[in-house]
């Protein structure tokens, strides 16, 4: 089986394959369906751009970062403060404990703008908090999953310490993956297109039905 490259986008087919495709094309009655040459509507190959580009961009860590027991320290630290045990009520409460935080300059302020909670969260998640931060735990390797703290599931690599590291990172092993997938798609599909006689080409099906 013959390749041709000079003009890849137009047809990776010889002309004596070409010839014979056409042949087979017009002569077989293909159960009797008949089918043109016509090219794949440039709506079509968009829509599909569209869709893979948006699968990413909803996919990236950005986006679909969960929430790590790291980012809420800060907030629990302030929670029996004096300054916050004489507000009113716990949305006061909260509202001052955010915009302490924030006025502080926390290095995790884009997360907890990301991932905010209420106050009864907060005492949902406390205790198991205090009780990793006692054990000098890793607390960006913990992932806080409605009231449960629970250890992340990123398989990254083997830090210093001889412990895995948990943190999500920001072109993990699953893109890598994807991107070769959409790649090997985009390719055999257009291989299998241009080894198809070339679209300016149309079978005369009066031949064959």
Request: proline share 5%; glycine share 6%; with cysteine.
């Amino acid at each position: 089986m013959a390749w041709k490259f000079d003009k890849p986008l137009y047809t990776l087919a010889t002309d004596d394959q070409n010839e014979q495709a056409k042949y087979v094309w017009e002569h077989e009655s293909l159960g009797g369906i008949m089918e043109d040459n016509n090219r794949l509507p440039q709506a079509v190959v968009w829509l599909l751009v569209l869709t893979i580009i948006t699968a990413f961009l909803i996919t990236a860590p950005l986006w679909g970062q969960r929430p790590m027991a790291a980012i809420y320290e800060e907030y629990i630290a302030l929670m029996d403060s004096p300054e916050v045990a004489k507000l009113p009520d716990d949305e006061a409460k909260m509202e001052y404990i955010v915009n302490t935080v924030k006025s502080q300059g926390s290095k995790w302020a884009g997360h907890q703008d990301r991932h905010p909670l209420t106050m009864n969260d907060l005492r949902l998640i406390k205790d198991q908090i205090i009780e990793l931060q006692r054990e000098n735990a890793h607390m960006d390797y913990y992932t806080v999953v409605g009231k449960d703290v629970a250890l992340a599931n990123f398989e990254g690599e083997i830090g210093d310490d001889g412990v895995k590291i948990r943190v999500q990172p920001s072109w993990d092993l699953g893109y890598t993956i994807d991107v070769f997938y959409v790649l090997y798609f985009c390719i055999a599909v257009m291989i299998v297109v241009k080894r198809l006689p070339p679209s300016d080409w149309q079978p005369d099906h009066s031949i064959g039905h």
